[in-house]
């Protein structure tokens, strides 16, 4: 028996001296890109318990490659404004890994975007991707180029220059783009068209999140905020839980934010806080979904409007602030870490239940960390909480490759099928690793053994 434990804890000693090695050569290659960083500790601290039970993966220098993009992309987006003055923003583009299928992620347009974020963006996408079941690898990209604010004409001339250069590398079996932060149905219509344009030909596969009008899908809108609530739901139905009777808190008011207020209200939550990035509303009364849709879809207007409609709200500056309201159920949907530290700790003072991650990495490392210390908090990472919007782009892609079209029943009850599946296969490896109850180390090493096997299997490329 001490010969057995010794060669475990020799293997695991190993491991752990191995992705110790890579980690440090990621971080001296990559200095200052702290986002990216971030995103690789998080998922480099969950699989040494995999390199020590499949010391084939170290062999082959599997995390090495995995770590380093296939392809990064940077360049100059030039476009006029309405005043006639030449704007210069940057592009990126990262294909990442494509060992399971083409690369597949959003484009983002915000200020906040440089290298280091598509990367972070990218590197979670390859296991989002993979946990989806669906055959689609690892991409991101978009611009720090600023939707808010723009005309529409503006924001077409910046979509039609931006995919002057980024066609070159896109295409439906290469990369297949889809949307982000700041990049909704109109301009992925204005990008589509253009790339129609550039090509010659219509290829409905090459973006989802397309108008259902030209090739898009029914439910694609819904997918990540209702995909949210899905795998949510599952972690709470294991506690004996439900949003039913649940107050909830959802930051953000954009489509992720919508669609997951939208089906947490369906299921009988009731959502009392969203927030942009001014600040944050609390409606004890519960949120007027509607009147939100409309400020946030149609008028397109700060959320600190929902006020004057609905005066016995409150609005609040700073949208950090949400936070504090007390709650049974917490739905980050904005940003990249959203929820620090001390944030944790007063969603678990105030006795939250469950947290489902529908924004990418909102919680920082010591967040996640309170939250996964606390017996009585359920924790769901975005890459497995945040994977319906993908999901169901490789629905849409299917449906672009069939030429035949689905019913909104039938997309999102593949939809609500996928998030359950991703909840039990991260169960499962959680427990299998020894890590029982801890999604964050489940969904890494799911996501992470599917494109490892891919790439074991593919040979050094």
Same mark, same amino acid.
């Given at each position: 028996?001490?010969?057995?434990?010794?060669?475990?804890?020799?293997?695991?000693?190993?491991?752990?001296?191995?992705?110790?090695?890579?980690?440090?050569?990621?971080?001296?290659?990559?200095?200052?890109?702290?986002? %990216?960083?971030?995103?690789?500790?998080?998922? %480099?601290?969950?699989?040494?318990?995999?390199?020590?039970?499949?010391?084939?993966?170290?062999?082959?220098?599997?995390?090495?490659?995995?770590?380093?993009?296939?392809?990064?992309?940077?360049?100059? !987006?030039?476009?006029?404004?309405?005043?006639?003055?030449?704007?210069?923003?940057?592009?990126?583009?990262?294909?990442?890994?494509?060992?399971?299928?083409?690369?597949?992620?959003?484009?983002?347009?915000?200020?906040?975007?440089?290298?280091?974020?598509?990367?972070?963006?990218?590197?979670?996408?390859?296991?989002?991707?993979?946990?989806?079941?669906?055959?689609?690898?690892?991409? @991101?990209?978009?611009?720090?180029?600023?939707?808010?604010?723009?005309?529409?004409?503006?924001?077409?001339? %910046?979509?039609?220059?931006?995919?002057?250069?980024?066609?070159?590398? *896109?295409?439906?079996?290469?990369?297949?783009?889809?949307?982000?932060?700041? !990049?909704?149905?109109?301009?992925?219509?204005?990008?589509?068209?253009?790339? @129609?344009?550039?090509?010659?030909?219509?290829?409905?596969?090459?973006?989802?999140? @397309?108008?259902?009008?030209?090739?898009?899908?029914?439910?694609?809108?819904?997918?990540?905020?209702?995909?949210?609530?899905?795998?949510?739901?599952?972690?709470?139905?294991?506690?004996?839980?439900?949003?039913?009777?649940?107050?909830?808190?959802?930051?953000?008011?954009?489509?992720?934010?919508?669609?997951?207020?939208?089906?947490?209200?369906?299921?009988?939550?009731?959502?009392?806080?969203?927030?942009?990035?001014?600040?944050?509303?609390?409606?004890?009364?519960?949120?007027?979904?509607?009147?939100?849709?409309?400020?946030?879809?149609?008028?397109?207007?700060?959320?600190?409007?929902?006020?004057?409609?609905?005066?016995?709200?409150?609005?609040?500056?700073?949208?950090?602030?949400?936070?504090?309201?007390?709650?049974?159920?917490?739905?980050?949907?904005?940003?990249?870490?959203?929820?620090?530290?001390?944030?944790?700790?007063?969603?678990?003072?105030?006795?939250?239940?469950? *947290?489902?991650?529908?924004?990418?990495?909102?919680?920082?490392?010591?967040?996640?960390? *309170?939250?996964?210390?606390?017996?009585?908090?359920?924790?769901?990472?975005?890459?497995?909480?945040?994977?319906?919007?993908?999901?169901?782009?490789?629905?849409?892609?299917?449906?672009?490759?069939?030429?035949?079209?689905?019913?909104?029943?039938?997309?999102?009850?593949?939809?609500?099928?996928?998030?359950?599946?991703?909840?039990?296969?991260?169960?499962?490896?959680?427990?299998?690793?020894?890590?029982?109850?801890?999604?964050?180390?489940?969904?890494?090493?799911?996501? %992470?053994?599917?494109?490892?096997?891919?790439?074991?299997?593919?040979?050094?490329?």
């Amino acid at each position: 028996m001490a010969m057995v434990m010794n060669l475990k804890e020799e293997s695991m000693i190993k491991a752990q001296n191995y992705v110790n090695r890579v980690y440090e050569t990621v971080v001296q290659r990559n200095p200052n890109e702290s986002e %990216f960083l971030q995103a690789v500790k998080e998922i %480099f601290h969950s699989l040494t318990p995999v390199f020590a039970e499949h010391p084939e993966y170290m062999k082959a220098g599997i995390l090495e490659m995995i770590v380093e993009p296939e392809r990064l992309i940077s360049f100059r !987006v030039p476009w006029v404004d309405d005043k006639g003055k030449v704007r210069v923003n940057r592009g990126y583009r990262v294909q990442y890994n494509s060992a399971i299928g083409p690369y597949k992620g959003g484009l983002r347009f915000h200020p906040s975007v440089n290298q280091s974020i598509i990367k972070f963006l990218g590197f979670e996408q390859i296991f989002k991707n993979a946990l989806t079941g669906q055959s689609i690898g690892g991409g @991101k990209g978009g611009s720090d180029f600023d939707p808010k604010g723009k005309s529409d004409m503006e924001i077409m001339r %910046f979509c039609q220059s931006f995919m002057t250069e980024l066609t070159k590398y *896109i295409g439906a079996d290469v990369d297949v783009p889809a949307g982000d932060i700041g !990049v909704g149905a109109r301009e992925i219509g204005y990008m589509f068209g253009q790339y @129609k344009r550039l090509r010659g030909n219509f290829e409905a596969g090459v973006f989802t999140g @397309k108008g259902v009008g030209y090739g898009g899908s029914l439910g694609r809108t819904e997918a990540t905020g209702y995909g949210t609530v899905y795998f949510v739901e599952e972690m709470l139905k294991d506690r004996g839980l439900s949003f039913a009777g649940s107050t909830v808190v959802v930051s953000g008011s954009g489509n992720v934010s919508i669609y997951a207020i939208e089906k947490a209200q369906e299921y009988g939550g009731k959502v009392v806080a969203c927030s942009d990035s001014n600040g944050y509303i609390y409606d004890e009364k519960g949120i007027c979904l509607d009147t939100v849709k409309r400020l946030k879809e149609v008028e397109r207007v700060r959320i600190s409007e929902y006020v004057k409609e609905h005066p016995h709200a409150q609005y609040v500056e700073g949208s950090t602030g949400i936070w504090t309201i007390p709650c049974d159920i917490a739905l980050p949907c904005a940003t990249q870490n959203e929820i620090d530290g001390t944030s944790a700790k007063i969603l678990v003072a105030n006795g939250v239940k469950a *947290i489902g991650e529908g924004a990418n990495m909102p919680s920082t490392l010591e967040a996640i960390d *309170i939250f996964l210390d606390s017996d009585e908090v359920s924790f769901g990472p975005g890459k497995a909480a945040n994977a319906g919007g993908v999901a169901v782009s490789a629905l849409e892609m299917a449906q672009n490759s069939s030429r035949v079209p689905w019913s909104f029943e039938k997309v999102d009850s593949k939809l609500k099928k996928i998030m359950t599946g991703i909840y039990r296969d991260s169960v499962k490896a959680a427990e299998e690793y020894g890590h029982s109850g801890n999604l964050v180390v489940g969904s890494n090493i799911a996501g %992470f053994k599917k494109v490892a096997d891919a790439m074991l299997m593919q040979g050094i490329i």
